[in-house]
């Protein structure tokens, strides 16, 4: 029996495949595409809202490094509250004076260095925000059409699984099959009933999850069309340099940040001045004097060695981990690379002649069965391979969308910060 369904199967399968690639799919157009989910995505997405309030953090910081320090006015009154000729203000002598710091060392220009790293720090963790939504979002929608599509099949196989049962007793009212065959086929309904209300579960809360993501109900159905699309490209794999990428550019922002710092802690090294200028009123003789000031502090105590020694170590580590970077973006590049390829091509594989040779093999056990030609297991190990290798296939179009999703991630471009200082 098996040798009679493989030869029927050799024979009709090259047809029915290429009937299957001819004729057209009339499907409803889609309620939600993945390029629209990740617009509302954009527009709602906490986590965009906070890297941008980092940036903008980032740029007023920039703007408060550039200032420089503000002057002191002092005030003093002496010679009064006294005893003798010291009482009440008598012998008063006010004195007010206008003190300026002056940074030396280049102080100010090393304070920009720092906070014009640490806003293109931020605006590199805000790209990574963008590109981190749209791994998320991409993942949610193909998860979500994946689930759209195992309901689909669960529907399918229901409604298979009640024709089945309808044959079995037509068989056991015309003396052709045994009430065994009645129970199989009413076990293989009553599964594929269980079966159905976990995938309208399951589906359910995969719509739930990328209706969180954009920030609205899904409005119909997804893009069946994006799901089922593979990439053709299946060559030798082409070594991308992590040069450009979001990783590499963060791990090259915080050395360069480490390198800030380390000249500012050595501009801190040196010593500002303060000057200031004055005029004191003697009450007594009602007279005035000028009188100017200049300080110095003295860096016996704390001299800056340890804040320099501190950020070298940090330097350091910066560059080894940027070093550390390379390597694991270039390693993990390659893999994503491999990775959807062999889904692309298991993809192919399972929704093309794996699919087509399962589906007819199918069709032609329940013709067989009907006609008393194949016998009830034959029908049940064709339908039981047929939902097996439509899952597979279900499966394999995910998994080529979430290793190119991942790719997409690993190799996305770092911003241009150039005219942004």
Not at 307 to 314: N, P, R, S
Not at 363 to 376: D, L
């Amino acid at each position: 029996m098996n040798r009679l369904l493989a030869a029927l199967l050799a024979a009709t399968s090259p047809l029915s495949a290429a009937q299957a690639k001819s004729a057209p799919t009339a499907e409803a157009p889609p309620g939600l595409t993945l390029e629209q989910a990740l617009d509302l995505a954009s527009a709602t997405a906490p986590s965009l809202d906070a890297a941008g309030a980092g940036v903008d953090a980032a740029r007023a910081a920039q703007a408060a490094a550039g200032l420089r320090p503000n002057p002191i006015l002092t005030v003093e009154a002496e010679n009064v509250a006294g005893t003798g000729l010291y009482a009440d203000t008598k012998s008063l002598e006010a004195t007010t004076s206008l003190a300026l710091p002056l940074e030396l060392g280049g102080k100010r220009s090393a304070r920009l260095a720092v906070a014009g790293a640490q806003r293109d720090r931020a605006m590199i963790e805000q790209a990574v925000a963008r590109v981190d939504l749209r791994f998320a979002v991409t993942r949610a929608y193909a998860e979500a059409a994946a689930s759209e599509r195992r309901l689909a099949n669960a529907r399918d196989q229901l409604r298979i699984a009640g024709e089945g049962l309808h044959a079995a007793h037509v068989r056991l009212r015309a003396g052709r099959a045994s009430p065994m065959e009645v129970q199989r086929a009413e076990l293989a309904r009553i599964n594929a009933q269980a079966a159905l209300v976990r995938m309208e579960r399951s589906a359910e809360t995969a719509r739930f999850i990328l209706a969180q993501r954009i920030g609205q109900a899904i409005p119909g159905a997804l893009d069946a069309g994006w799901f089922d699309r593979i990439g053709t490209a299946h060559g030798p794999l082409q070594p991308l340099e992590p040069i450009e990428t979001l990783a590499l550019a963060a791990a090259n922002a915080d050395l360069a940040a480490s390198s800030a710092q380390v000249r500012l802690a050595r501009t801190q090294r040196i010593p500002d001045l303060t000057v200031g200028a004055g005029v004191r009123r003697l009450e007594a003789t009602n007279d005035s004097a000028a009188l100017f000031s200049l300080s110095l502090p003295l860096p016996f105590l704390n001299g800056g060695k340890a804040a320099v020694g501190q950020a070298l170590a940090e330097q350091r580590r910066a560059e080894a981990q940027r070093r550390a970077t390379a390597q694991e973006v270039a390693q993990a590049i390659a893999q994503a690379q491999a990775e959807a390829a062999n889904a692309a091509i298991g993809a192919e594989t399972a929704t093309g002649p794996a699919l087509a040779a399962a589906e007819e093999a199918a069709r032609i056990a329940r013709i067989g069965y009907r006609e008393g030609k194949f016998s009830q297991l034959d029908l049940l190990d064709a339908e039981r391979t047929l939902t097996e290798t439509k899952a597979a296939a279900i499966e394999a179009l995910l998994a080529y969308h979430n290793a190119r999703a991942q790719l997409e991630r690993l190799t996305a471009r770092a911003p241009d910060q150039g005219d942004d200082r």
